[in-house]
C-alpha cells in the first residue's frame, strides 16, 4: 500500500501549538529550542503563549507551522516506527516541511528559508496593502461587469480566479 502525507500551510497556527508535545517528548521540546537558536527569539514562548497577534506574523507563523508538524511527525515515528511514506506534500509553506522529511533541505535551512519566506511576505503586503474578497453564486462575467462599475481610479479590482464557475461565450 502507497502512503502519503499533507503537512499544513500559514493559517493552521494556533496559541498553545506544539506545547503538548514539547512537554511530553523530549525530541520534540529539541525540536523547539534548535528552531529558538536558528532564529534567535524564543519560538516556543509564542507559539505556546502567544499573543495570537504575534504568532500570526508571517516571519513567526510558517517557521511555527514548520516546527509544530516536524514535531508531530518525530513523536508519530517514535509511537509508529514502522509507519513510512512513499510521498510527501503541503500546503503552501507546509511544502517545506515534506521537502525537509523527504531530506531534501536540513532543518536549520528550513526555518531559515521559511522565516525569509515570511518576512518578504510580510514586506511586500505592506509596500502594497490590499485585499481580497469571495464572491458566490456569481458568473465571472457577472463579476467583471461589476468590477467595471467600481474601478474608480482609487484602486485596482481584478478578478483572480474563477473556481467552479461556468464562463459563457
Known amino acids: 500500500m502507497s502512503r502519503a502525507i499533507l503537512f499544513p500551510g500559514q493559517g493552521a497556527q494556533a496559541v498553545g501549538m506544539g506545547r503538548e508535545l514539547a512537554e511530553s517528548n523530549p525530541a520534540c521540546r529539541e525540536l ?6 536558528v532564529l534567535g527569539y524564543d519560538l516556543a514562548e509564542i507559539c505556546f503563549n502567544g499573543p495570537i497577534e504575534k504568532l500570526t506574523i508571517s516571519a513567526h507563523a510558517q517557521p511555527a507551522i514548520f516546527v509544530h508538524s ?5 513523536a508519530w515515528k517514535e509511537r509508529y516506527s514502522d509507519w513510512t511514506f512513499d510521498c510527501a506534500a503541503g500546503l503552501s509553506s507546509g511544502e517545506w516541511t515534506a521537502l525537509h522529511l523527504a531530506g531534501v533541505v536540513s532543518y536549520e535551512e528550513t526555518l531559515k528559508i521559511l522565516e525569509a519566506r ?7 503586503c505592506n509596500e502594497r496593502p490590499g485585499g481580497m474578497l469571495t464572491v458566490l453564486n456569481a458568473t465571472a462575467e457577472q463579476i467583471e461587469k461589476n468590477l467595471r462599475r467600481v474601478r474608480t481610479g482609487t484602486g485596482e479590482f481584478e478578478l483572480a480566479r474563477a473556481d467552479g464557475v461556468e464562463r459563457s461565450g
Not at 516536524?70 to 518525530?74: D, N
Not at 515570511?118 to 511586500?124: K, P, S
Request: hydrophobic residues 55%.
Open 70 to 74: 516536524v514535531a508531530a511527525w518525530t
Open 32 to 37: 523547539f529550542d534548535r528552531a529558538s537558536a
Open 118 to 124: 515570511g518576512r518578504f511576505m510580510t514586506e511586500a
